[in-house]
């Protein structure tokens, strides 16, 4: 290290010769002790300037490191000692520092002094001459030591006096601290990196400042995605300190957020989640409020507020991600996004439109839709050639390989560079073993790891298959306290498949090899492996905190039926309690499970409890189908214990599911037992629960006057106010909304909407919020407002959660909007993605809004032919399944377009404003407009009379919209007194309910008469 003061010449002549030494002297002591706090030792003070030597005559593995840790300490201090030592000698010291490695001579005087030569000491004095005030250049050599450890920024390669070639440099900025996942990987030697330059310079690129970008890569598993992330972060410009999130497999709400906030903070890995953000806030103060963590962590989170807790959480940890993103002080990576659960990737999502620098890694299924933004930078990464898998194989076996030997490497390991990794491994273990195994090259991952996990003695053996039991990453007190003893770890990491990643806590090198090491793990092992884990964490439980999904996880592999089906169903409810709706399900299908194969595995109350969770998870999740098919299994035992208000509202989630999956008689009959059957007991919540299921399924099928729903919806209102259950007095308001909605009460449907509103704020309930909002959305789309419509249901979906079928309805709404205001090709692939995903769950009041949509968009694309044919094929469907609003809505489209095609009404311009003419438009379009036009009329009219047909309040702007149709055809056809009473009444039901087009349009054709 050759560190010398710049400004140190002109000094003595600006502030005298005294004050001048004295700073220069005070400045020395700085770069002393520096020097020696990190090991090293000044050699040479000449003049105003230092050399000093790391690792000799004591060497050390990691003197480079020391060196700029050293060079950055000294830098730090000087800086900020200016202001006192301005105060003290009137100037402030201004240093230059440059750092080279390598074997340079060093002589030791019998008095103790000692001197260096060499090229390593000529090229550190020619960096610190070429460096900045108050910096620290670095070259190649020390560079490729610290890879990893330190950030730099790349200054490419200048020529210096007395080298004949150019000689690379950089300028350190920073240490990292270890908390990436090559770190480990570093300190016993990183293959060198063959290919990837074009993909590295596109990470970077997409990450320069000017252009910040979102950067995702994918890739499939071991071809190299977390080591282009290391490679690209290596050289970074200045600021970068960079956080990591980690998705796992079997993943905990927002496990990737507190990740990162936790490397934010420099926190450890064992704090709890309130201290790591008690952390954060002492780091950052500004991005986060205490008192709003306090009362986020306060209280009972299984009370009934768990979902308002959970969106509370939701949007405390967006906005204190948003905010750490905005210091600018992070590169955020966030791994294996392919595993990220909803609350994770709903913050992330958020924070796109922020430009964070972020990269997230993924493979390549399943898809994640907010991957398609605009803001991300999308990287494929590809399998390595033969070429490049031929470097990694010779560079890291290190001696010289046979030919043929890593001619069938590179072949064996097909493009994936971590396979051919680990057969070099298993090759050298082989040589190391002396023992020739012909077979080694022959085979998979898998064996190749085993062969390795085979050199191990018995014992540690059987500590790695436990830890390979625990997952890929373990702490090594729970192995202790599953394997029954302490851990030889040395032992363990001689077979080189596991790193430390911070303390007590350890990985495997890589997920692939976790898992081959458990795959080569007998059943009897694994079983007896996994029962141990169960135990130790089942004691720890007691301690509080406990992950109880976990526990019964190993529990079901340790075959113990009885207490895996109860910890999963415990972990179930856990889970539904914040909202965590995706894990909840799969751990109450699996504790199902083992109720399925001998029901005696839970008594009557936790069969009951179980039932409920995973109802209440699947509905929360809109899989109706799977409710429906499901309830016919799971309802009997539940029948068989006797009515009870739980039951009635399980039934009532049934037969609200039936709705969607259109099966209203049976719906209908279902909601009507448990009326009958809570009245029986005199059970007013049950029954009132039951109602709001017949208020739906009347709803959608017309079977009662308008009268009698809002008789229906009187007797629930106060009852769920008496009881103080919010859920159902929202659920029933808006339910109310809608039947004004569709029966055309337009003034009565805004005032419930209000109402619920008003309920939401004053209750704190974030549904309510989201519900009112749907409900007024929907309103404004009637009244022709799809932006006001747009920016509604955006303020609702902030109080959805992500995967939750409110964000599903939330999204229908925001396609509609989107269709109204411009409808473009992309939307188009959008609106057929979102269509199967409802498909797939069976909710058809969301599969016929999609189709109706489509309709829609390619008619205002000016497609005529595709959107009368999609009309066509969809509306017998939706006719035959019974939902009249839908019908209506069909047939109301049908009509418009007709009375388009016969000039009568104007249709609706698209985006581009071209598409007034259908028939403008291509061949098809052509020909489907001469086939519709010769009955156009005479086809118009029976759909608006069926119309009318499915109206029988005789009242609405869908019972204007159809009138006034009607009333254009007679005027067409010269009928004047039925296009008068048709219009005139189609205006008033218009001006009722506050449809200005409609009114317009009657109005005008009034005119005509
Ligand atoms: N271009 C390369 N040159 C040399 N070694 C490489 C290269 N790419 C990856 N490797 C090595 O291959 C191994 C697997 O790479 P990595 O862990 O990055 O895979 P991944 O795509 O992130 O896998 P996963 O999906 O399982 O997380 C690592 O040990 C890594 O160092
Ligand atoms: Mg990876």
Redesign the pocket.
């Known amino acids: 290290m050759s560190g010398d003061m710049a400004n140190f010449t002109r000094l003595p002549r600006e502030i005298g010769q005294e004050r001048a030494f004295g700073l220069l002297e005070t400045a020395m002591e700085q770069a002393r002790k520096a020097v020696e706090g990190e090991g090293g030792q000044i050699v040479d003070t000449a003049g105003d300037g230092f050399l000093a030597i790391f690792g000799a005559p004591l060497a050390f593995e990691d003197a480079s490191l020391r060196a700029c840790r050293a060079a950055l300490t000294f830098r730090d201090r000087i800086a900020a000692g200016r202001d006192g030592f301005v105060a003290e000698f009137g100037a402030a010291a201004e240093f230059r520092v440059g750092l080279s490695g390598g074997t340079a001579m060093f002589v030791r005087y019998d008095d103790g002094g000692a001197k260096v030569l060499g090229d390593p000491v000529n090229l550190a004095a020619r960096l610190q001459a070429s460096a900045g005030l108050g910096e620290v250049l670095i070259g190649e050599d020390i560079h490729r030591e610290c890879e990893g450890f330190v950030t730099v920024e790349d200054r490419g390669a200048a020529d210096f006096k007395g080298f004949d070639w150019p000689v690379a440099h950089y300028a350190l900025t920073g240490i990292r601290a270890e908390t990436e996942?090559?770190s480990g990987?570093r300190r016993r030697g990183?293959?060198?990196?063959?290919?990837?330059s074009d993909e590295i310079a596109a990470v970077r690129r997409a990450l320069d400042r000017t252009g910040r970008r979102v950067v995702a890569i994918t890739?499939?598993?071991?071809?190299?995605?977390?080591?282009?992330v290391?490679e690209a972060l290596q050289v970074m410009p200045r600021r970068d300190q960079v956080v990591y999130g980690q998705c796992v497999a079997e993943g905990r709400a927002y496990g990737p957020i507190f990740d990162i906030l936790r490397h934010a903070a420099k926190a450890d890995r064992g704090l709890s989640h309130f201290e790591t953000l008690r952390r954060l806030s002492e780091v950052f103060p500004f991005v986060l409020d205490m008192a709003e963590v306090s009362a986020l962590f306060s209280g009972d989170p299984s009370g009934e507020d768990s979902r308002n807790r959970a969106l509370r959480t939701r949007d405390f940890l967006g906005g204190v991600l948003a905010r750490l993103s905005a210091t600018g002080a992070h590169v955020m990576v966030v791994?294996?996004i392919h595993w990220i659960d909803p609350g994770s990737s709903a913050v992330l999502e958020a924070l796109l439109p922020l430009r964070p620098t972020l990269i997230v890694?993924r493979?390549p299924a399943p898809p994640i839709a907010w991957l398609d933004s605009p803001h991300i930078a999308r990287i494929e990464?590809g399998l390595?050639d033969a070429a490049?898998i031929g470097?990694?194989v010779r560079d890291s076996y290190g001696a010289k390989l046979a030919e043929d030997t890593a001619a069938l490497i590179v072949d064996k390991s097909e493009g994936?560079?971590?396979v051919?990794?680990e057969m070099v491994r298993a090759l050298r273990a082989r040589d190391s073993a002396a023992t020739g195994d012909a077979d080694l090259l022959t085979g998979t991952l898998e064996q190749s790891v085993l062969s390795r996990c085979d050199r191990l003695e018995p014992a540690a053996r059987r500590v790695l298959s436990i830890a390979a039991a625990i997952g890929r990453d373990f702490s090594v007190d729970l192995l202790t306290r599953a394997a029954g003893s302490a851990p030889d770890i040395e032992a363990m990491m001689s077979a080189d498949l596991i790193e430390q990643v911070q303390g007590d806590h350890w990985r495997f090198?890589?997920?692939?090899i976790r898992d081959a090491v458990y795959s080569g793990m007998l059943s009897g092992a694994r079983r007896e492996a996994h029962r141990a884990i169960a135990i130790a964490l089942e004691a720890q439980a007691g301690e509080g905190g406990a992950d109880r999904g976990r526990i019964g996880r190993h529990f079901a592999e340790a075959d113990n039926h009885v207490k895996a089906a109860r910890y999963l169903a415990l972990g179930a409810a856990d889970a539904l309690a914040q909202y965590d709706l995706i894990n909840a399900e799969s751990l109450a299908a699996r504790a199902m499970g083992y109720v399925a194969r001998d029901p005696t595995v839970l008594d009557e109350a936790g069969y009951r409890a179980l039932v409920i969770t995973w109802l209440h998870s699947l509905h929360h999740l809109a899989e109706f189908r799977r409710i429906v098919d499901l309830s016919r299994q799971l309802l009997p035992r539940l029948q068989a214990a006797g009515a009870s208000t739980e039951l009635s509202i399980v039934q009532t989630l049934v037969a609200l599911s039936m709705t969607h999956t259109r099966e209203y008689a049976g719906g209908e009959t279902l909601a009507q037992e448990t009326l009958e059957q809570s009245e029986r007991v005199g059970d007013r919540l049950g029954a009132a629960w039951a109602r709001v299921a017949l208020l739906r399924n009347f709803e959608e099928t017309g079977k009662r006057s308008v009268a009698e729903l809002e008789s229906l919806a009187d007797a629930i209102l106060p009852v769920a106010e008496a009881e103080g259950d919010r859920a159902l007095s929202m659920i029933a308001l808006y339910q109310l909304c809608a039947v004004y909605r569709t029966a055309g009460r337009r003034g009565q449907s805004v005032a419930t909407a209000n109402r619920l509103m008003a309920f939401a704020v004053e209750h704190d309930d974030r549904r309510g919020h989201a519900f009112a909002s749907w409900a007024k959305a929907l309103i404004h789309i009637i009244d022709d407002a799809p932006e006001r419509a747009l920016a509604t249901v955006r303020e609702g979906r902030r109080h959805a959660l992500g995967g939750s079928g409110d964000e599903a309805t939330c999204r229908a709404i925001e396609l509609y909007s989107r269709t109204m205001i411009a409808a473009s090709h992309a939307l188009a692939e959008e609106i057929a993605g979102f269509t199967a995903e409802v498909r797939r769950r069976g909710d058809y009041n969301l599969i016929h809004a999609m189709c109706w949509i489509a309709a829609v968009l390619h008619l205002r694309k000016g497609a005529l032919a595709d959107g009368w044919r999609r009309l066509n094929r969809d509306l017998p469907e939706v006719a035959l399944a019974g939902n009249q609003p839908m019908e209506r809505q069909f047939r109301l489209l049908k009509a418009e377009v007709l009375l388009a095609v016969a000039g009568l009404v104007e249709p609706r311009a698209s985006e581009d404003g071209q598409a007034k003419e259908p028939r403008r438009r291509g061949p098809r379009d052509l020909l489907t407009f001469l086939r519709l036009r010769p009955w156009a009329l005479r086809d118009a009219t029976i759909e608006l009379k069926r119309c009318l047909e499915l109206e029988p309040e005789a009242a609405g702007a869908n019972y204007a919209r159809a009138r006034i149709g009607l009333g254009l055809v007679a005027l067409r056809r010269r009928d004047k007194a039925t296009a008068r009473a048709h219009l005139e009444a189609g205006r008033d039901a218009a001006m009722a309910d506050g449809v200005d087009l409609l009114v317009r349009r009657a109005r005008a054709a009034l005119k005509q008469l």
């Not at 890739?219 to 282009?228: D, W, Y």
């Open positions: 996942r090559f990987a990183l293959t060198r990196l063959a290919s990837r890739g499939v598993a071991g071809v190299g995605k977390s080591r282009l290391h791994e294996d890694t493979r990464l390595l490049a470097e990694i994936l560079p971590l051919a990794e090198h890589h997920a692939l």
